[in-house]
């Protein structure tokens, strides 16, 4: 594929690269400018790149950009968390803190800079869902409030008015009834958080009466059902925003609810191990490259997400080209808004008793609070119980929070053999939906 | 005999940080070796990673009260541990002003400049599962008071300088210590640092400042009358009779 001769109705084009991932570039050469400046930023910079970038030759940046290896994980919270730190010197920075889904955390680093490039694009997601004079924001979350101020921000740059965090605690029904006083036209939520309200926060207000025209989800994927009770509920527009704590957030739904639209030469959106959908759609692991990051940037990061990104026109008319979540690679699952990914729990047990190699995870029951994770482990391990929870809640930074919250209760079980063998995928499939 | 702890502190601060030695030029023998510093004694330092002892791991950084001004110039970075004293201390001082009651829900008033420092509030009240969800002043206090109102607060943090809102509810007040010290004493406060955060409280009509536990030190430097603070746990960041604003009373 090449960007040669594209029709109008495209909004952008697959580039293939060495080493078999693509790239999406926009239709008039602004990708590859922006491509060009940071790759000689990096090579500048960034000893990690450097060495990196001193393997690719020479050619366009979108080609170089193509022999490049992807960046791992461990890449970003080994080398490059170092180079940011060494760098910071003595201007303001703030952090960022997730698991990314394993057993070890990232941190990442983010300058005034950083911070405005963020905010940036977090306006065009807000304008894009009709945000403005007028609103009242409400955002709502089980802690993680540092992020909903940057939201503030955002959101008081298009002239929003009203702005609050509703905190969610284990007792929830206090929050639910702040939120139908407070009144808001919009509310930014993780879907599973609404989720876990049952029927109370989607009965707030009578049919037709609810002061809520927009509802931006993020975090997580938004499953269709989820997506319609909202909608029905509140009788608002529902829409996505996407992104990933190493990049922040970058892609959001349009009025059409089809694919969330992405600027390709903001943040550089590649496919590892593509697979055509249709010639202008094609599927794969998410790789982001991120020109407007200063201060802890990346090429060609592994997310970990599965998503589908086309090409081709959306019927809003807005010329960018859009990306669809999947999921994760890894088998992950949804808990009070945080992710969690087996392997991580399984690393992180590991770190005591490394031979391991499966444990059993039974959720619920989820009507009672705080819900209890029970983990199965063989009775061998008895006598290490509570180098084990310690383990756990030590390793995975988000589950110990969720547990001093009182969201969740980790219990230990021991028995002789695992209750996995033929049931194994009922209690995949439980942990999947009871989010 | 072990040392007191100020000494002890500033002993194993000398040990872990290159920046200690060079300032001090001698490992304190004597509470009496230690002098006062300010903001300006450290205009040496490139940036967080010369306060930071090597080895421990970061956990994120303190956000300062007004976002971007943060007393000494420069973001600090803490470790697990000096977080859980953060979180320790705020919970005691509020424990405290409540009369050793909790509050299970708050409110926080916030503005533009204090809201990263209020949404850190939050995670250090949310980990002793006390609900906090933040209001924004820049509505005007009409909007703040509505916002109160729906969220039926058992006490509210008045963390942005705002009026008093109008309903009628318990109330605290962040002061930062490098402000002219609060003359409304009708208020209860917080006392907070850039460095540290919470240092001390004082409850409604009280004069004197209480320290939040054991964890730090306050201090009136004899010669200048200004208030000094000393991290007397720390795992990475610790600052040893660093000035941070005028003089309080200190119970
Ligand atoms: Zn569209």
């Known amino acids: 594929m090449s960007s040669d001769n594209l029709p109008a109705k495209r909004t952008g084009a697959f580039v293939a690269g060495d080493r078999g991932h693509m790239t999406v570039i926009d239709r008039d050469g602004r990708t590859e400018a922006r491509l060009r400046q940071f790759l000689d930023r990096l090579d500048a910079e960034s000893p990690f790149y450097r060495a990196r970038l001193a393997e690719c030759g020479t050619g366009t940046a979108i080609e170089r950009l193509g022999r490049l290896p992807p960046t791992s994980r461990a890449d970003y919270r080994g080398p490059l968390a170092a180079e940011a730190l060494a760098g910071l010197g003595r201007e303001c920075f703030v952090t960022d803190r997730s698991s990314g889904s394993t057993s070890r955390p990232v941190l990442r680093f983010c300058r005034g800079a950083d911070d405005l490039a963020e905010q940036a694009e977090t306006e065009r997601v807000f304008r894009r869902a009709g945000l403005g004079p007028g609103d009242h924001l409400v955002c709502i979350d089980v802690g993680a409030a540092a992020i909903s101020d940057f939201y503030q921000r955002a959101a008081r740059a298009l002239g929003v008015e009203r702005f609050t965090f509703l905190h969610l605690t284990e007792d929830d029904a206090p929050a639910w009834l702040a939120l139908q006083r407070l009144e808001p036209t919009a509310v930014l939520a993780i879907p599973s958080l609404i989720a876990r309200g049952g029927e109370r926060p989607l009965a707030l207000w009578p049919e037709g009466r609810s002061p809520v025209r927009i509802c931006i989800t993020v975090g997580e994927l938004l499953l269709p059902r989820q997506r319609t009770a909202i909608a029905h509920a509140w009788g608002c527009r529902v829409c996505t925003f996407f992104g990933t704590t190493e990049t922040g957030g970058f892609a959001s739904e349009c009025g059409t609810a089809d694919g969330c639209h992405f600027h390709p030469e903001s943040t550089v959106v590649g496919l590892a191990d593509p697979a055509w959908v249709d010639p202008l759609t094609a599927e794969g692991e998410l790789l982001l490259s991120t020109p407007d990051i200063r201060t802890q940037p990346v090429l060609n990061y592994r997310t970990g997400d599965r998503v589908r990104v086309s090409v081709g026109a959306c019927t809003c008319g807005e010329r960018t080209p859009r990306l669809w979540p999947l999921g994760r690679d890894t088998e992950t699952f949804v808990f009070a808004g945080e992710k969690f990914t087996y392997d991580a729990f399984l690393e992180a047990l590991r770190v005591v008793a490394p031979t391991l190699d499966a444990c059993s995870i039974l959720v619920g029951p989820t009507t009672q609070r705080p819900v209890r994770l029970t983990f199965h482990l063989p009775e061998k391990l008895r006598r290490h119980e509570k180098a084990l929870r310690a383990a756990l809640t030590n390793g995975i930074f988000e589950l110990d929070a969720l547990c001093r919250y009182g969201m969740v209760e980790v219990q230990l079980a021991f028995r002789g053999r695992l209750p996995l063998g033929n049931r194994k995928g009922i209690r995949l499939a439980r942990a999947r939906t009871e989010r | ?251």
């Open chain 2, 1 to 251: 005999m072990s040392d007191p702890p100020l000494l002890a502190a500033a002993r194993a601060a000398c040990d872990a940080l290159p920046l200690y030695r060079a300032l001090w030029s001698r490992r304190p023998t004597v509470e009496a070796d230690i002098p006062y510093i300010g903001a300006a004694d450290l205009h040496c330092l490139d940036g967080p990673g010369q306060l930071h002892v090597a080895g421990a791991d970061p956990v994120g950084a303190v956000p300062p009260l007004r976002r971007g001004r943060p007393h000494l110039g420069f973001t600090r970075i803490e470790a697990d541990g000096d977080w859980l004293l953060r979180q320790r201390r705020l919970i005691g001082a509020l424990s405290r002003l409540g009369s050793t009651r909790l509050p299970r829900r708050m409110a926080l008033v916030t503005d533009d400049a204090t809201g990263p420092f209020a949404a850190d509030l939050v995670e250090l009240l949310a980990w002793s599962r006390v609900s906090a969800s933040l209001v924004y002043a820049e509505a005007g206090p009409r909007s703040i008071d509505r916002g109160i109102e729906a969220l039926a607060p058992d006490l509210v943090l008045l963390v942005a300088g705002v009026e008093r809102p109008a309903i009628d509810v318990p109330l605290v007040m962040v002061v930062h210590a490098g402000d002219r010290p609060a003359a409304a004493t009708q208020t209860a406060r917080l006392l907070v640092c850039d460095e540290l955060q919470v240092l001390a409280s004082a409850g409604a009509g009280e004069t004197t400042y209480i320290p939040a536990d054991d964890s730090v030190r306050l201090e009136i430097d004899p010669r200048t009358g200004l208030l000094a603070v000393t991290s007397l746990a720390f795992t990475a960041a610790p600052v040893i009779r660093l000035q941070v604003g005028p003089g309080v009373a200190l119970a």
